[in-house]
């Protein structure tokens, strides 16, 4: 009953027997701490990907420390913007992948692959 299940949220099952059994399975300490790794495996995913897509960011703060004076100010106030626009772009990332891929799911052995290489529910 639980691989019928996992394909499906919990808001698309009618049946009040099968939303019994999805609930107590989504709620037991196993899917509990996939959940958990699954989110924190979608947190360093995107940092990754933003370290890939913002290296120069971070490049123009060790440039800073390259530069004599009090030049190294305006470098280091140009980064505070960079940071949080890559912030708030990882935290959306997440968000959004965790809704799409995990939340309301039961997550079943091999989820982490699935949500790493393929990441569409």
Excluded: C
């Excluded at 300490?29 to 699954?38: D, F, G, K, L, M």
């Amino acid at each position: 009953m639980a691989t019928a299940q996992s394909n499906r949220r919990l808001q698309e099952i009618k049946n009040d027997f099968e939303r019994g059994v999805f609930v107590a399975v989504y709620n037991s300490p196993e899917q509990r701490t996939r959940r958990a790794v699954a989110a924190i495996m979608l947190v360093f995913k995107h940092s990754l990907r933003g370290i890939l897509f913002s290296w120069p960011l971070y490049m123009l703060a060790l440039a800073s420390f390259a530069i004599p004076g009090k030049v190294k100010l305006v470098f280091m106030l140009l980064l505070i913007p960079g940071v949080y626009v890559s912030w708030a772009i990882l935290r959306r990332g997440v968000r959004e992948d965790y809704a799409s891929l995990v939340e309301g799911y039961i997550l079943r052995p091999g989820f982490l692959g699935h949500i790493i290489f393929q990441g569409k529910a």
